[in-house]
């Protein structure tokens, strides 16, 4: 019988559901929690989870859960859990620590009290590092002297593909562009337009999405390196994922006013594999014969235009939607209400998140 893991995928806050949608399409079952959707899964989840999930950032293995409220305790119970099957003595561990009114409060405290545990338990003393995506990286959560101890299987950050060699400048995160498309529910036959491209990531992802290209096939993950690692059901997982790849019937366009822009969003669909399924222009707002469409974009605000500049941007945007489509679904991000108001389309705001340290909107509307 397959060992059941207890599992939580790390989300942005605002993306919960959609990766709960997401989930669902895999036939698991999750359920919102802060920070992300728990989920119970076997090994071959886990990998189906890394492989396959658009909207994810990690996908943590949750270890161990118990409360304790002294260190001789904390240690003792530590040293319970299967730590052999995650650490290794040739690689480091990079320790995350929060504490929130627990009687188990300094964190520095709590990373070597950690490290006796496991060090009891292994009967080594695994090194540790404070460097990014090297090693395993165990997070340590206290809250109400509650631990919830956790290990990174995904390794560095999901939306990290592997395509995306160069970038333009502000360029909206994988897992954000992903985001936008599924909220938007494109049914993958009808047009797809990007009029403000940038690095050509939401013309990628759309692409990545029609043709159910695997996000996580060209990249490696953390829980290669684990003792339980199965290479054979891994194999198993990829091979499963690469026999659903299927043609996008879809055209997908991607527009930039920069060419430097388009010459960068090129390279990045050559790298992903997707540039056969995707039409970049360096214009913008052309005029077109698709009278049916679903709009979705990253307008610019504030890095590349002035405050004048994006207003007219805003206004440009909304006049090309109502004068070129007779149909169309639109999903824009945006800082601010009156920006959106300046296209005169009916977008509502379904959900907000952080991009690039900016409060931003996500607004989906559709005409006539």
């Not at 990373?111 to 338990?121: C, D, S, Y």
């Not at 995306?164 to 936008?180: D, Q």
């Not at 996008?248 to 390279?267: L, N, T, V």
Request: hydrophobic share 40%; net charge positive; charged share 25%.
């Amino acid at each position: 019988m397959s060992t059941v893991f207890r599992l939580f995928a790390v989300v942005p806050p605002g993306l919960e559901k959609i990766t709960l949608k997401e989930l669902s399409q895999l036939g698991i079952q999750g359920k919102i929690e802060k920070g992300g959707v728990e989920f119970k899964g076997t090994l071959r989840d886990l990998y189906k989870t890394n492989l396959l999930l658009r909207t994810a950032n990690r996908i943590l293995v949750r270890v161990a859960i118990f409360r304790a409220t002294s260190f001789p305790e904390f240690v003792e119970k530590v040293s319970r859990y299967p730590w052999e099957i995650y650490v290794r003595p040739d690689l480091p561990v990079k320790l995350r620590v929060t504490s929130r009114k627990s009687k188990l409060y300094h964190t520095k405290a709590i990373a070597e009290r950690f490290i006796l545990g496991i060090t009891k338990r292994l009967k080594f003393e695994p090194l540790t590092t404070d460097e990014e995506d090297v090693g395993e990286s165990i997070i340590i959560r206290a809250e109400k002297d509650k631990l919830v101890i956790s290990v990174n299987s995904s390794g560095a950050m999901l939306h990290k593909r592997g395509y995306r060699k160069e970038v333009f400048e502000a360029p909206l995160r994988e897992t954000f562009a992903a985001a936008m498309i599924i909220a938007s529910e494109w049914d993958g036959s009808t047009p797809l337009i990007d009029p403000f491209c940038g690095s050509g990531t939401i013309p990628i992802e759309a692409a990545l999405i029609c043709t159910n290209t695997p996000p996580g096939l060209n990249r490696t993950f953390a829980f290669e390196k684990w003792k339980i690692h199965d290479p054979k059901l891994w194999e198993e997982a990829k091979n499963e994922a690469l026999s659903n790849i299927r043609r996008c019937p879809a055209k997908i366009f991607g527009y930039d006013k920069d060419k430097e822009a388009i010459a960068i969003s090129k390279k990045n669909a050559l790298n992903a594999g997707m540039d056969k399924y995707i039409i970049f222009k360096n214009t913008s707002f052309p005029r077109t014969d698709i009278y049916k469409a679903w709009i979705v974009s990253n307008p610019p605000y504030g890095i590349r235009l002035s405050s004048g500049n994006i207003e007219e941007a805003y206004k440009s945007f909304g006049k090309w939607v109502r004068q070129n489509f007779k149909e169309a679904k639109i999903a824009i991000l945006s800082p601010l209400k009156k920006h959106i108001d300046l296209t005169e389309l009916p977008l509502q705001k379904i959900t907000s998140f952080s991009n690039g340290g900016i409060r931003v909107g996500l607004y989906i509307g559709s005409i006539p």
